[in-house]
């Protein structure tokens, strides 16, 4: 049984040599535990799975067999970022599912946010079911857990949840980072070569866009919220604010607003931009974005996104809007 107690004397990860000490020993641990035999691992692109991932490549190389479902609400270019990273450049076994039309087909008509949640959820652990019934020989299942997660529940990602395996695919677990902090998982991160961009990520549900797009997803509007939260992110960094603000991200709702396009009366999507600071995500307030900057995002997402018509800024603390609109 793996040891989920942090000891009291563990130093805390805060350099890049503390960090590549802790990957040495986690090497010789991993490689100690899995001997010759074949790790897979659920890889979202997230922060605590990309480490995961990273550190079982340096561990034990191609033993491992990394996962990416691409359940088709995934932010622009995110799915390609992990088969660049992962197969590109750390040469990993990695297999690629794009699961796009089951998820959507799935989602068609449901606009009740648990429902969606749920299929999400539930239609994730099977896709990944039949990738892993299909690999021979897996004794053991990597996972992303980290101390908070072990803190607040027990152990058992809620938004990745393989964890929802059935009895006849249990394996032996592997957690290389179950005792570290979010902060010293990006350290980690950063030592072992992952790209900032991935390392620094922000929260992002696991049903991902499925919670912006609101109400019933239908292709069209996940396209429109795909690409206007692709310019937001993009103006974002440009005007140097990226790591200022915790959270950004745009929101669909499911209901149009009338406007003049090109001198003829259009009835497209509004998109609303969400930008929050916290320290825990339970309280969050929004930051004065420069006036100009929230000009130029409403200018590029009304030039090039063109089932869009209106730009909303919303202005609303938690308490009493939560940061996601769904
Ligand atoms: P709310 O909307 O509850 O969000 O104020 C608080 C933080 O949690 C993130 N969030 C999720 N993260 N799976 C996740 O991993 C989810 O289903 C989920 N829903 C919300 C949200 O982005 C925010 O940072």
């Not at 340096?58 to 088969?83: D, P």
């Not at 690629?96 to 959820?121: M, N, S, W």
């Not at 991160?189 to 922000?202: F, H, I, T």
Request: with cysteine; hydrophobic share 45%; proline share 6%.
């Amino acid at each position: 049984m793996a040891n989920n107690v942090r000891p009291a004397d563990m130093e805390r990860i805060t350099t890049p040599a503390l960090a590549e000490a802790f990957i040495e020993e986690q090497v010789k641990e991993v490689r100690a535990q899995v001997g010759d035999k074949k790790v897979l691992l659920a890889l979202s692109g997230g922060v605590d799975s990309s480490v995961v991932a990273a550190l079982l490549i340096r561990a034990i190389g191609k033993q491992l067999t990394c996962v990416h479902v691409n359940h088709g609400l995934m932010r622009k270019g995110e799915s390609e970022q992990v088969i660049e990273v992962f197969r590109n450049q750390l040469d990993a076994n990695l297999i690629y599912v794009d699961a796009t039309d089951r998820f959507l087909d799935l989602l068609a008509g449901v606009d009740e946010p648990e429902r969606k949640r749920k299929i999400i959820g539930g239609e994730f652990i099977k896709v990944f079911e039949e990738e892993a019934r299909k690999l021979e020989g897996i004794d053991f299942l990597a996972q992303g857990t980290i101390y908070p997660d072990i803190l607040e529940s027990d152990g058992v990602k809620a938004h990745h949840n393989v964890g929802g395996l059935p009895d006849d695919l249990q394996f032996e677990l592997v957690e290389p980072v179950r005792l570290l902090f979010k902060d010293e998982v990006r350290m980690v991160g950063k030592a072992l070569g992952l790209p900032e961009s991935m390392v620094e990520r922000q929260p992002f549900p696991g049903p991902g866009l499925g919670v912006r797009c609101l109400g019933a997803i239908t292709r069209d509007r996940l396209a429109a919220l795909r690409e206007a939260d692709a310019i937001l992110r993009e103006e974002i960094d440009k005007a140097g604010l990226t790591r200022e603000i915790w959270q950004f991200f745009t929101v669909v709702p499911d209901m149009r607003a009338t406007g003049v396009r090109e001198g003829k009366r259009a009835y497209d999507w509004p998109v609303i931009i969400r930008c929050v600071n916290t320290v825990d995500a339970m309280t969050a307030t929004v930051p004065q974005l420069p006036w100009p900057l929230l000009e130029k995002i409403t200018s590029r997402i009304l030039s090039e996104v063109p089932t869009v018509c209106r730009v909303l800024y919303d202005l609303t603390p938690k308490p009493v809007g939560t940061i996601e609109w769904e």
